[in-house]
């Protein structure tokens, strides 16, 4: 069964740095490319930025040059280095496979709250 746990997330004042840290299960992270997702209050989850397996990375127009995802194969982690925040990047966020949907399992999530 995959398992997906999220970690990092706190109160940060605008400006300021988080690291999420999302530990998964062998059988997801091996083969996948990896993602890291947000949803914020009343709004759908979206795709916030992707790493494939050989390290190639893609980020959503709204993060890039702030949010840096990497992974660690032999620890079967995903990382988001989050820097110069803003209140808009208050979520949830979580972390899944690129191309997750709904349908797929999802962890609990890391609450990211931006504000000063």
């Known amino acids: 069964q995959v398992q997906l746990v999220e970690s990092g997330g706190g109160l940060v004042q605008p400006g300021g740095s988080l690291r999420l840290s999302c530990a998964a299960s062998?059988?997801?992270?091996?083969?996948?490319?990896m993602a890291w997702y947000r949803q914020a209050p009343g709004k759908q989850r979206e795709w916030v930025a992707s790493i494939t397996t050989s390290g190639s990375t893609y980020y959503a127009d709204s993060v890039k040059g702030r949010f840096t995802i990497s992974r660690d194969n032999a620890k079967n982690t995903v990382y988001l280095q989050m820097n110069s925040l803003k209140p808009e990047d208050t979520a949830v966020y979580y972390c899944?496979?690129?191309?997750?949907?709904?349908?797929?399992?999802w962890g609990q999530g890391t609450q990211v709250t931006v504000s000063s």
């Open positions: 899944n496979r690129r191309l997750a949907t709904e349908n797929d399992n």
């Open positions: 062998g059988s997801i992270f091996s083969i996948n490319a």
